[in-house]
């Protein structure tokens, strides 16, 4: 988005959310662009490799691939029926393999479509350019040939993936230094994060941490030190290409972006993140978004399992997901008694209940209210049943007393003896659990497990040698730190140490809910970039920022307000993400959702925030109430959003990986 469109959104217009212009470009500019006046042919082909077809599976429901005429969605690599009559669009990578299978379809004397539409995810050579154009054959049938630039995937409104599962072993295991995949890999992912700008037509200024060579010359650079240099050099070369390439892209700076690795916070990764959302994916089986439970069968004599999403269209959850488990809780208590009080149809199925029988006028009253019921009683059923198995979870495993220690051990409120006496009363504890306890504890101390000492430890906790590997990958995340402090409770996953004093207690507030305090760094660096305090040193810039620009992002439609007292990010203070909302109903959360479009339409300017090696749900979290408190859209990025039990598999893979000849740069 250029800066007219967003000073055309604060004033009043339609300000349209990261996935929704996101959406926008596939259905629009994309697929309803081929469509021709004249054409007798309404329905199209789209055709797609993998990557392309999670990238629309993201963003769009097959019902709106549907509305802008496609009646069929095929994989570039299956073998596919001839369909002469039928145009066909093609959105595929611009990869050499891709080029070769678009060219056997459309060239020759039969070719599988009337004619073709073709759009590159991201920009492609002009050596596969002049591939194309070299077929007599296929030249005529092309009707479009352009380059998308939309390579990422829309996983939220306020955030997207790279989809590079494997961006921590190939940039931050022990053999990232030798392993071809290291450069290949940071190539893709800046490619990918370039057309983020592409899209949504934004010019950022480029920030990014700092090697600790650069601030200190007695430090020894290391290649997982430079990943953010690296990765920051690449996008600004990439962006500098579309300032020239694209029409209408901004030729100054419109928005923010900073990148950031996972080492900047080792413990939001494993620490229980106690919100609705990030309980479900921690503490349930689930398959990305998608949970099954049991509903009773049709016949009504068995149960049968159903999938459900819990994404943006439901407002139930788009309401409550990132709220404390125990807010969540009894607001879905308090939505199902007004709902019941309100509903006749749950009246009188909840009076039946009771043993009393129903009138012929019941049944009638209740077929009445009977579709309107339905849907909002499965709605509401659905996440009191979400909320209680996951209370239930928290109950069995006594997960209130390790969330506690593994706070009170971040904020400095707990130590080592704390540590030993708890894994010493508490054996039954998950082996998981105590894994993550020892990786919080050596991401603090992390010179208590240098050499051998933290084997006692591991041995009390009663880790596998599998799981001790973990622990000790810890120190692929840790920055170089040549001035090693002494005493006190230092963190060492930022730059700049803090003190203890940083995590007092604030005596005029209180928390909110219990096991709330834990925020993760990123809210912290983003409130300072938001307040232009971010230290330019320590997080630098590719085009170094203007005055006239802070005053612009950090304008009227941005503070918060003079009136309110500065205080310690690290204090102990309300969760104010988690408290309640009104709404007027038992069931609908639209005035959660109307609320949010309206203060989009004041939006300054965009800040996105990309973490190499993966995001967590409470970063996720954090950028939605960001969002809200700063009146700017805070967009994150990564290359992967993992759960706690997926970046610990991962860390594992740190130093386990088996490399062939071929992956090594001799």
Known sequence: MSMSDSDSSSGGGDYKNFRQATRDRLLHEMLRSTRAKDSKTRWKVLIMDKLTLKIISCSCKMANITEEGISLVEDIYKRRQPMPSMDAIYFIQPTKENVVMFLSDMSGKSPLYKRAFVFFSSPISKELVNHIKSDASVRPRISALSEMNLEYFAIDSQAFITDHERALEELFGDTAEISLAHNASIQTIATRIATVFASLK?????????????????????????????????????????????????????????????????IAPIIHEWTYDAMCHDLLNMDGNKFVHEVPSKTGSTSEKKEVLLEDHDPIWVELRHSHIADASERLHEKMTNFISRNKAAQIHHNSRDGGELSTRDLQKMVQALPQYSEQIDKLSLHVEIAGKINKVIREVGLRELGQLEQDLVFGDAGTKDLINFLRTNQNVSHENKLRLLMI?????????????????????????????????????????????????????????????????????????????????????????????????????????????????NGTPVRTGSGQPAHSMRSRRPATWARPRNSDDGYSSDSVLKYASNDFKTMGQRIFVFIIGGATRSELRVVHKLTSKFKREIILGST???????????????????????????
């Open 441 to 553: 504890f050596t991401a603090i101390y992390p010179e208590k497990f240098e050499g051998d000492k933290g084997e006692k430890l591991m041995q009390l906790a009663r880790l596998s040698p599998d799981d001790m590997n973990a622990v000790y990958n810890m120190r692929y995340l840790a920055l170089p730190d040549p001035k090693k402090t002494s005493g006190g409770f230092s963190l060492k996953f930022e730059v700049h140490k803090k003190k203890q004093a940083a995590r007092k207690e604030r005596s005029d507030e209180e928390e909110t809910w219990q096991l709330s305090r834990f925020y993760p760094v990123l809210e912290e660096l983003v409130e300072k970039l938001c307040k232009g305090e971010l230290p330019k040193n320590e997080y630098q810039c590719m085009n170094d920022p203007s005055r006239s620009f802070h005053e612009a992002s």
């Open 202 to 266: 934004e010019f950022p200024y480029v920030r990014y941490r700092a090697a600790k060579s650069s601030l200190d010359a007695s430090t020894m650079t290391s290649v997982r030190d430079l990943i953010p240099t690296k990765l920051a050099a690449i996008v600004w070369h990439c962006l500098a290409k579309y300032k020239s390439s694209i029409p209408d892209f901004p030729q100054t700076e419109t928005c923010e972006l900073l990148i950031l690795d996972r080492s900047v916070d080792q």
């Open 640 to 666: 992967s959003i993992d759960d706690p039990a997926q970046f610990i598999t991962k860390l594992k893979m740190l130093s386990t990986q088996e490399l062939s000849l071929d992956d090594l740069q001799i």
